[in-house]
């Protein structure tokens, strides 16, 4: 699923989100191979984090004091001039989180071009990584799947073989909590992270493991499940859409992404307007994601991210909320543009 090898994979418990936490955790109290020192011994360490992204990644910097400067994202990843520039300058940059497919909320898959970018750029940390949270590798809405160059192999090539850790799990395609998550990274990098693992544990619960190996058998098996689930959301993300394009599609006062597969529909409202629309959709019943959630700190600067999450509502539901949410954003664009002309 991750298109690694055997000996480049450590497969964990139920949460990817635990193996990310921890891999941060390991850094800053004991580094990682081929840091000079743990990060936590440090003056100062920072991330990267393009956005809008995935609030849990922010939420583990938040926990560890760790500072994130936040970069723009493009329609094929994260503006890479920044992040190249930015972690060749600043030896306190110590790492990169990155949802690379179906991004977590715009629904971006990154380019090759990004890809090998990211493999080969020169870092002034020497230690620097990409925490690459390949959460939607295998959550098509359609044929028409992006194909995600594998990040470990552009890494090998471009001589930069430990630079990068992966991480996945099966909590959107089995059971959130009862899935199997995994880590992936270089051989070297895994056997430093093996000798600290095994004072952490003993091992993750391997009867889950063979329950999930018997019940997919392999990449067709999952593929196939995955089929099945397509079936049960894209219609939920195709009556969003229509909603969108129906309700706002000619008024210029709102942008949205159109993504392939994952979880979300990225929606910009004009800039200033988003923490109101989620207020006042609050207050008409529709409860959304917090408006400012996909920025470091809880803080969108431009304050027009709107993260729709469409999986769990019935279509029903969901209908009735979107055209909620459109005639939100219609009141405040047009509060604001009123009171812009005086």
Same mark, same amino acid.
């Given at each position: ?42 003056? =100062? ?38 992040? +190249?520039? &930015? ?25 090759? +071009? ?37 990040? &470990?192999? #552009?890494?090998? =090539? =471009? ?38 693992? %095994? ?24 593929? #196939? ?20 394009? %129906? ?10 992404? +159109? ?31 917090? =408006? ?51």
């Amino acid at each position: 699923m991750l298109e690694v090898q055997a000996d480049e994979i450590i497969v964990g418990g139920s949460s990817s989100l635990t193996m990310m936490h921890d891999a941060i955790s390991r850094a800053m109290l004991h580094g990682v191979l081929g840091s000079v020192a743990p990060w936590g011994k440090l003056p =100062a360490v920072k991330f990267l984090c393009p956005s809008p992204g995935y609030d849990r990644h922010f939420a583990i910097c938040e926990l560890f004091g760790i500072e994130m400067i936040v970069v723009d994202m493009n329609h094929d990843g994260p503006d890479m001039d920044t992040v +190249e520039k &930015l972690a060749g300058e600043d030896e306190s940059i110590k790492g990169i989180w990155c949802v690379p497919k179906y991004s977590n909320p715009d629904g971006i898959t990154y380019s090759d +071009e990004v890809v090998d970018r990211l493999a080969g750029m020169r870092t002034k940390a020497g230690d620097f990584r990409i925490f690459w949270d390949n959460a939607y590798a295998v959550h098509h809405l359609s044929d028409r799947s992006d194909r995600l160059k594998p990040i &470990l192999e #552009a890494c090998r =090539a =471009a001589g930069n073989p430990d630079r990068v850790f992966l991480f996945s799990s099966t909590s959107k395609i089995s059971f959130s909590g009862a899935g199997v998550a995994a880590m992936a990274a270089s051989a070297a990098n895994l056997n430093h992270i093996r000798k600290q693992l %095994s004072v952490q544990t003993i091992g993750p619960d391997k009867i889950n493991q063979l329950r999930h190996v018997r019940f997919f058998g392999g990449m067709d098996g999952i593929r #196939a499940h995955m089929d099945k689930h397509a079936a049960i959301i894209k219609p939920k993300f195709d009556t969003v859409i229509s909603l969108l394009e %129906s309700e706002l599609g000619d008024k210029r006062i709102a942008s949205w992404n +159109e993504p392939n597969g994952g979880y979300f529909i990225s929606l910009n409202t004009l800039d200033g307007c988003a923490k109101e629309v989620v207020a006042m959709a609050a207050v008409a019943g529709v409860t959304l994601t917090k =408006a400012g959630a996909t920025f470091p700190y809880g803080h969108d600067p431009r304050d027009r991210n709107i993260r729709i999450a469409p999986s769990y509502p019935t279509t029903a539901e969901l209908k009735t909320a979107i055209e909620i949410l459109c005639l939100c954003v219609q009141i405040v664009s047009a509060k604001k543009l009123l009171s812009g002309q005086r």
